[in-house]
């Protein structure tokens, strides 16, 4: 259950200062690490910790070389915050407990779904007919496929994600709303990652379309019709309504709403709680929040905000008469 | 898994002008349709895409019959976009696998649960006693039915649905919170259909009701003693607190949220995004988002809100030197 | 299925005027209670529905004593929506049907996992190697506790929860984003409820902590490394980005965003749809919401906000002239 510093070296390169021999009980944060962990300092903000750090190793950039072997050992990396990736990566696999079955009997799955290579189903999930899982993913517990979506390799699907759902399209109708058959499904690329409780719908007539390498966190909406570019990062709680198109690399924030039938574009950043009500063409980072505040302080000003347009008229007839 | 132009209009009606004897593999959007699809125009703004389609039929409103046919084949319906929903039933129905059991051995289901003619309960589901599932209702998967709860006829819950979990009641005590025991239970008419991973809380002492015709999507909060008005449209990732009451006939944008307590008249639609703290009476648009922006401006205003109400103290103060 | 209301004082004391035989067949909203029924009344608000109230009882302080009299039978309590809370379970209590078994077979438990007395697991819950429950805790039913998460004694997760699925952590690579794996775990006190479809990421390094007492409703993000102080109350919808600690005491209301590494003192209250960005130091109301309005009023004075900055200049620009 430990490392030593030469093992970890031997594993993920680096150049080591300091004793090889040294055994690491566990990645820790810089702060709390003592001499049987191992922090890293990738953001320059945190440099000040690295002085005081009791960590038995410290993972750096290069130029901060000097400071680091100042207190004590080190791995000094291009990329620290990737070698601490990789690291606990390591971590992970020389600890793993043994694996239990790699279809757990509890599992749903209909005999015309096509698994790869060393795909892993936990308990309680449901893969429904003509699904497609690709080599080594994993779907972790109580996990939702529905029929004729296609999961690519590497995947990771967290408890309670529900792929093909049907998208919400209704046409009104004399009685009331008519449903409109989804009859599209999802196509999910390779190293996807999902958390937990999310939903991907299916499509309404084409697919729903996630590209290799995107990220979503838990509790986070996809409708019908929408594409997700590659490597596109999408943290928790947002919503994203049916046939919005959204492009390669971009950051989209916690608790974002992104409106349907609309473009991003590629390397676009919200903010987390904004609202993207139009398309965005251009890369940037774009941010619409009403600012926090004191109750008493906002209620006022939400009350004057309810104004501003005749306050912008009254400002302007004032300039007039000057 | 193709139908004809001719059975098409035989099972739905409408007006064809084409040959009947054209088989039609699969409905697809107007702009990406070709000679073996069938597309639809309902949407004026996209009239422009009609002389371009290369759909082997298109539906339209009688209206564009002209433009219609000079282009090609094409149903004439006085809805065309309902004509679609329907088209889209046509196509599942005729297209259906063999469906599995209508209940699912794996579904835990207590002996006291009532289950109307025709239900379909799919993987992994619970019912727990004296729940009622009217004729017809489909519960897809992973959807839990907690105790004394009713479902009416013609249903579909998607999977991961929460119907009937404990509503949000404490009451503070000398020693932290003491749970106020959720007494009531949840009604949910007929023709609802509720989105994958939606809870809806059961009433702390009367029920929470969800009327005939309601349609919500994936990832929404129905809080405690809440009662939603007969065909309202609630969009993904909404949040309605406990006690609110929403009329008839309104949409609710997605990730909009709803206070408790309050009244919400009918036919009032709710921007996307926006947030409602008080009663609505009168039918209408309400909304509240704060519009997006580059970040730089967006800061630079956002700053500037925080002093918006002494802004206005010192326009009044100008205006009375003038 | 009825309580006398020399059961119900026996039982929960408080001081009762009226006939102790008279036998409630439930409690009742106050404006509802008819002559079977038990009503309360807490927020002297409500007190003009006392008189009018046709409830068998009602609960009050002892300073509505003699309005509650003049109108009929009573109980006199000091905190009467405490006594409400505890009339509610005693209700629940004595009119519980026979429990199905402690552990339902459909449940998938780790042989390593450790359960405390009492402990109750519903259908299709998933609990992970090397985790513990503590006494009395109760999993309703499709709630998955991952490897090595602790529970607290007398906890309730309703259905859905997911506790302890890996913390959205990426570091950026050649090839796209490199997986953190997340080697912490969740910690949650005594005494904790967390509503149905919610999710508490676990730690990156650390763990993710939920003191005592907190009560978290449904659909509710906690991201990893978070620390959620004792007796904070957090409902639905809301937000919770990673790193973030929260103090005890709290009040967070629904759909609000908490981003992350930032810390909120004890009792903070967030006004529902509020988004902290900012560290918050002293206890006290804070709000962030957009006002919603009649559609047209909200276009024109969101379109003369994305000028706000720019009037202020203008308006200073005058101030100087006169």
Redesign the interface.
């Known amino acids: 259950m430990a490392l030593t510093l030469g093992e970890i070296v031997a594993a993920l390169g680096g150049e080591l200062h300091g004793d090889p021999g040294v055994r690491i009980e566990?990645?820790?944060?810089l702060e709390?690490a003592g001499p049987q962990q191992i922090g890293f300092l990738s953001n320059p903000r945190y440099r000040p910790q690295l002085a005081a750090s009791r960590a038995g190793c410290v993972i750096v950039a290069p130029d901060l070389r000097e400071p680091a072997l100042a207190r004590g050992a080190c791995i000094v990396a291009d990329?620290p915050?990737?070698y601490?990736?990789?690291l606990?990566?390591l971590?992970?696999r020389t600890h793993a407990?043994p694996d239990g079955p790699a279809i757990?009997p509890?599992a749903?799955i209909d005999p015309s779904a096509v698994l790869g290579q060393g795909v892993r189903i936990?308990?309680?999930c449901?893969v429904e007919?003509g699904a497609r899982l690709g080599d080594g993913t994993v779907l972790?517990?109580?996990v939702?496929v529905?029929e004729d979506c296609t999961i690519g390799a590497r995947c990771?699907l967290?408890?309670?994600v529900?792929i093909g759902?049907?998208g919400?399209?209704?046409?009104?109708?004399p009685d009331?709303?008519?449903?409109?058959?989804?009859?599209g499904t999802v196509r999910i690329g390779d190293?996807v990652?999902i958390?937990?409780?999310t939903?991907i719908?299916r499509g309404?007539?084409?697919d729903t379309v996630v590209e290799?390498?995107v990220?979503i966190?838990?509790?986070v909406?996809v409708?019908h019709n929408c594409r997700i570019g590659?490597?596109t990062?999408i943290?928790?709680?947002t919503?994203i309504?049916g046939s919005a198109t959204i492009g390669a690399h971009c950051m989209i924030g916690?608790?974002a709403?992104i409106?349907g039938h609309l473009t991003i574009a590629d390397r676009v950043h919200?903010?987390?709680?904004?609202?993207?009500?139009?398309s965005i063409s251009r890369p940037?980072?774009?941010?619409?929040?009403?600012?926090?505040?004191?109750?008493a302080?906002?209620?006022?000003?939400?009350?004057?905000?309810?104004?501003?347009?005749s306050?912008?008229e009254?400002?302007k007839a004032?300039?007039k008469?000057?």
């Open positions: 566990a990645p820790a944060p709390s990329d915050y990737l601490f990736a990789r606990t990566q971590w992970k407990r757990h509890s749903v936990g308990p309680h449901v007919r972790k517990a109580r939702h529905a990771i967290h408890p309670g529900v759902a049907d919400f399209g209704f046409a009104p109708g009331g709303f008519v449903k409109i058959e989804q009859l190293d990652e958390g937990a409780n939903c719908d309404a007539l084409a290799d390498g990220k966190d838990n509790l909406q409708g590659r490597h990062v943290s928790g709680c919503g309504a916690g608790a709403m409106l919200i903010s987390a709680g904004s609202f993207v009500a139009r940037g980072l774009y941010t619409g929040i009403f600012p926090i505040d004191d109750n302080s906002w209620e006022k000003n939400a009350a004057t905000l309810k104004q501003l347009h306050l912008r009254r400002l004032l300039e008469k000057l």
